[in-house]
Each structure stands twice: as C-alpha cells, then as structure tokens.
C-alpha cells in the first residue's frame, strides 16, 4: 500500500484523533528508522520515551518471541514468572514496596489514585499546572488543560489545581482531607520543566504533615531517562508511590504502580485487576530491558551522551531545558521546525507546544549519534 492509500483509509476508517506527520514507518534498529520507501532517519523521539534501549534490540526481540512461543497469556487467576520476577525487580529498583502491572501509563496513574482513595477514603486530590497523567478520566481529571478536559465536562470531582513550581501555594492546598498529591518531577508533555528541589521538597513536607500521599509520575521522566533510573533521586525526595511506564517495556504497552512498603498492602482483594496486566510476554519484555540497565556504567553513559547533547545544542544558540536525555530547546514555529526536520534531515523530534522542540533518543543513542543530531539541527537552523 502506498502513503497516499494509507492516508485515504485512515481518512475512511480511524478516528481523527491524531495529527500523523506523512511518513510510514516500516523497520527499526538501534536509533535508525527506515520508511517505506528506504529512506533512514535518526530517531530522537523513542516513540515518546517508550523504545529506551532502541528499536528491536536483539535481547528484547529474543525474550518477546521466546516468550511468545511457549506462553502468551493466561491471566492473574494463575501464576507466571516474568510478571512476578518483575515487579521484584522493580521493587527492588524503587521504593521497596509492592508492584501493581498494568498496561499504560493513565492505568499506572488511575491504580496510583485508586490507591491514594482507598487509603484515605474521599479525600481530594492537588495536582500541578502543566502536569499530565493522562487520557482516562481520573487521569484527564487530573491533568489541568483546558483544551484536553473542557469537551469531556463533568470531571471526576476532588482535584486542586496549583500554580508551577510555586511551593508556598502547594503547601497551602494540601490539608487533612487530601488523599494524594500528584506531581511528575519532570513535566514532559507540557515541555520538560523540571519542577525545583524546594517545590518537591515543599510536597514531601505538606503531606507528611497531613498524612497524604505524595505520588510521583515518572512515566516519563523515569527508567533511566535523567540519567539516575527516577528523576526524583537527583532532588533526594521520595514519593510513597510512583507510576511509571512507556519506557519500561521498551516498546511494549506496559505499565506499573509501585508503592512503598508502608503502602503495599492498601489495595485489597478485589480492589483492582485488568484483564492483560503483566502478561507473560510484556513482562519478559520489560525484564529484558532491566537486563540491559544492569549492563556496567549503563546510566553514567546516558547522563554523558545527555550533557553531550545539551552542550551540542547550547552551541548552536539554543536555550536548553531537562536533565539528561529528555532536553527540550525553545523554537519560534517549533512545530514547522519539526517537520523540517523530520522531512528534510531525516531526525525524528517533536513539538510540544507552539515553542518548544522536545529530544528523547534511545537510551542507547551514541555520542556519534548526538552529533549528528546536533549537525541536522544545526543545518535546518541556519
Ligand atoms: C505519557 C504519559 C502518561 C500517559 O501514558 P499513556 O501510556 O499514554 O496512557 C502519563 N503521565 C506522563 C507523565 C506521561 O508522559
């Protein structure tokens, strides 16, 4: 089928939900996309922060089709290893508690609120302008913008919008009856800002005074994006729960809840349950990533290839923002700028927003790669 038949039965057959750029991607390997008509690319996208050790690592493909061939589903009314092993690992990797699977990162969200409502039977919830968790509803409810909530009005109830970054105002609205605060350290939808060491700090406090939940979404800023495997271990300050998912199955739909182990045993018999969650062959997958985290100094070369990068690009004039491999530059017209690039230097990037263009290349991106990025940038700049 050729792009122009593809667009006419897309046009015919799927829901106008997403603005596809005209390219038809049909093989990956490494930080490499081909189309369908040969033509390479360098992916600094990662499907947003999803395919973290490249696309179609041998490891990964080996531990999916394995798995795929001996046992594909059988549902959590049975034991399987790989979901099991991996949310010890996961455990072990983040606070140390319990691990809920799920499919998504809004599911990760919605478990995370479910979690914190069961905790605190009706409490409310704070959350952050320019935060986002996510398309469900709890999860859209909690993702304050306007254009994303109003067509979908009522909202869940309960959730308290405040200002970015402003810790004061964040400390005024938790009170005794809020059951969670919901932050991402990160924010990467509404363009990589990372909240400040005060403003995480301020939440920790305001909810150990009252008792609530303090849940960080990492779906984004986590497995290993920063350079550390959760950003929020830069700033020292721990979440009792956090959601993570895209990049933990490496380009599987996966995601996961984890709780501290104060908080493992708040969700009951019954509470929760998805149909899919951490099946066999999603689990293996996101079990084979993990492997290749553990591989020696894996994190200390994605903060380097990061610093590489922001260097690269503050050398072209550019105003940076994010911590190591999820940078993001301000642009005039960053959505034609994104196109540009995409269509004329072949570097797969995104706008998010009118003025920012967003960089979130494999994990295992190499330094002659971040180069070469840099000198497509470079080149559609000037
Ligand atoms: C992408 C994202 C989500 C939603 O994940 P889906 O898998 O698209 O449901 C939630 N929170 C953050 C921070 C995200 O970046």
Known sequence: MTLAELQSLESRSVMD??????????????????????????????????????HCHPALVE?????????MHAGNLYYTEPSIRLAARLSELALGGKVFLCNSGAEAVECALKLARRHRAGGGFVVMEG??????????????????????????????????????????????DTAAVLLEPIQ????????????????RAACDEHGALLIFDEIQCGMGRTGDMWAWQESGVAPDVMTVAKGLGGGLPIGACIAAPEFGDVLQPGDHGSTF????VVAAGANAVLDVFEEEDFLEGVADRGRRLAEGLRGLEL????????????????????????????????????????????????????????????????
């Open 131 to 176: 935060g986002f968790h996510g398309r469900t509803l709890g999860a859209l409810s909690a993702t304050p913008q306007e254009a994303k909530q109003a067509p979908f009005a009522p909202l869940v109830p309960g959730f308290t919008v405040v200002r970015r970054d402003d810790p004061g105002a964040l400390a005024a609205a938790v009170r005794p």
């Open 63 to 71: 531990a999916v089709t394995g798995q795929a061939a001996r046992l």
């Open 277 to 280: 969650a951490g099946g066999p």
């Open 319 to 382: 105003e940076v923002r994010g911590r190591g491999l999820m940078l993001a530059f301000a642009a005039s017209e960053a959505a034609e700028l994104a196109r540009r690039l995409l269509l004329d230097q072949r570097l797969v990037v995104h706008a998010t927003g009118p003025d920012t263009v967003r960089l979130l290349p494999p994990l295992t991106v190499s330094a002659a790669q971040v180069d070469d990025a840099v000198e497509r940038i470079g080149r559609c700049l000037h």
């Open 188 to 203: 990467g939808e509404s363009g990589i800002h990372p909240l400040s060491p005060e403003t995480l700090a301020a939440a």
């Open 17 to 54: 939900t997403y603005r596809r750029n005209p390219v038809e991607f049909v093989r990956g390997e490494g930080c490499r996309l081909w189309d369908a008509e040969g033509n390479e690319y360098l992916d600094f996208l990662a499907g947003i922060s999803v395919v973290q050790i490249g």
